[in-house]
């Protein structure tokens, strides 16, 4: 060894014996908390993100509200209080499903997630924040679809504690399907560039046309509303009409909510998504070499 | 050099992909504080070993030990230790500069100062700004930067200077001379053999999956001291000869000619044409 090097050794040296007074790594909390903050940075600032999985539940919402205004299905139900409740149900898939599985299927692309991997920041503490940021969003698009409820048709919030109580039931387990269903839904696409945002939303788009988002579930097929109940939208998007039209439960085909196979079927889908989720994430690219 | 010293040790390292080898046994030893350059062409098992050594990838046969740990067994505790900057990472573009560092700071038990090792890459009149907003070279300084904000023992540089102008390739090397002179190992792999030649003190040439030559970039095998090219123009042209006795040649042309021998150049053969020697035809 030349000389360089041996005097490069000292330094190295005294690297390695401050090493032994080390503080501890941070802990995971911490570390989760500070990728929930820069997850929420990201999402909000990215014009994308703000537009195709935060707004346009919303402007959707606005369009198709004002196009059936004044409709009624009967039992004093108007066609834009179906609206409401079946859009916060698209909206909490949105920012749930949506989101995740278009972003994390970028990241894994353009090596976000390898870089990550190769910190010590714990692999808990990157679902901890995606938990943080998709919970945000979600609460948030619940806000804004109320207030455009309540402003545009005249929706009347809830009073019972038991409906919000619903609601927080049907919202949390919503969004934790539709999240782990998102994370698996990433593996999905050969290219996050190319086809990324196809292949994650087309399903999403289609459960929207006959889960009752889109098209008032009154007006869909009772076939097509069946091969809807499998997934967990139609679920989310009857669980918020017992909450915030209640007196529609005359329309609904079991003239019943059901809230105990709509719990029932959100958490197998959970479990199914956990399921998927560890069998299929991937921190890099599956490469030859 | 003792155990401790090494930074660093391979034996027999093996790794395949279905029916095919692509490493097939490497051995390697990177002292402490050392800089070493892998070299080879696109596909030779470069990546595939460095990303063994990183903890990226598993391997099917040998011996890896890297400050001390089987990769295979990484902590986090030791990947507090190592610094990784990998061929691309545009992610977070909506993030500040500043935001970003601070960021990954918060992932180690000692980081260094956010704002230090932004000036270290020559970032600060960028710091508050998007990263999208960068330009290549400045991604790649903001990569380096997220490498280092750890306190690594060890960095991992892969291509470091893609897409570098001169200027920043030279102020950059600067950098990697300083983290070198402060005791930090670097392990460098890179397909511009000037590079390696400007920072190495050790370069390896993997070709097919095997170490073909090793040692520092002035003395690798098919350097033969002495031996030089000479050219001059002849009445058909350039004429080249190479040859070991340099001096004997020109004092013959300089007979020969009566004088001065026209566009006479003498080069010692460079890190490059030793490269080319050793991936091309012959082994």
Known sequence: ?289 | MNATDRAVRVRGLRKRYGGDAAVRGIDLEIAQGEVFALLGPNGAGKTTTVEILEGYRDRDGGEVSVLGVDPRRASRAWRARIGIVLQLAADAPELTVAEMAEHFAGFYPSPRRPAEVIDLVGLTDRARSRIHTLSGGQLRRLDVALGLIGGPELLFLDEPTTGFDPAARRAFWEVIRALSGGGVTVLLTTHYLDEAAALADRVAVIRDGVIVAEGPPGALPGHRAGEAVVSWQDRGGTRRERTAEPTRLITGLAARYGGEVPGLTVTRPSLEDIYLDLIGGRQ
């Open chain 1, 1 to 289: 060894m030349t000389a360089a090097t041996s005097a490069a050794n000292t330094n190295a040296g005294t690297a390695s014996a401050m090493r032994g007074s080390q503080p501890p790594l941070p802990g995971a909390w911490r570390v989760g908390l500070s990728r929930g903050q820069v997850e929420l940075k990201s999402f909000f600032r990215e014009r994308q993100s703000v537009a195709f999985n935060f707004a346009m539940p919303a402007v959707m919402l606005v369009l198709l509200g004002t196009i059936f205004r004044g409709q009624h299905t009967g039992q004093g139900v108007t066609i834009g209080d179906l609206y409401v409740a079946g859009l916060i149900g698209g909206g909490v898939m949105a920012t749930s499903y949506q989101n995740l599985g278009v972003s994390i299927a970028f990241e894994r692309e353009r090596f976000t997630l390898k870089r990550l991997r190769g910190t010590p920041m714990p692999a808990s503490a990157y679902f901890a924040g995606k938990i943080i940021q998709v919970f945000t969003a979600a609460t948030a698009e619940v806000a804004v679809l109320l207030a455009v409820g309540v402003a545009m048709y005249h929706l009347r919030l809830p009073a019972s504690p038991a409906a919000w109580w619903t609601f927080a039931w049907v919202f949390v387990l919503g969004v934790a399907a539709c999240s782990l269903l998102g994370i698996a839904a990433s593996s999905l696409p050969r290219s996050a560039a190319r086809n990324g945002v196809a292949v994650v939303t087309l399903p999403f788009i289609v459960l929207q046309f006959i889960s009752g988002v889109y098209v008032p579930f009154t007006l869909v097929p009772p076939w097509l509303r069946d091969v809807a109940s499998v997934f967990p939208l139609e679920w989310m998007c009857r669980g918020m009409r017992s909450v915030f039209v209640p007196q529609a439960v005359s329309l609904e085909p079991s003239h019943s909510w059901q809230h105990g196979q709509t719990a029932l079927v959100l958490t197998a889908w959970i479990v199914a998504g956990l399921v998927l989720c560890l069998k299929t994430f991937r921190w890099q690219e599956r490469t030859a070499r």
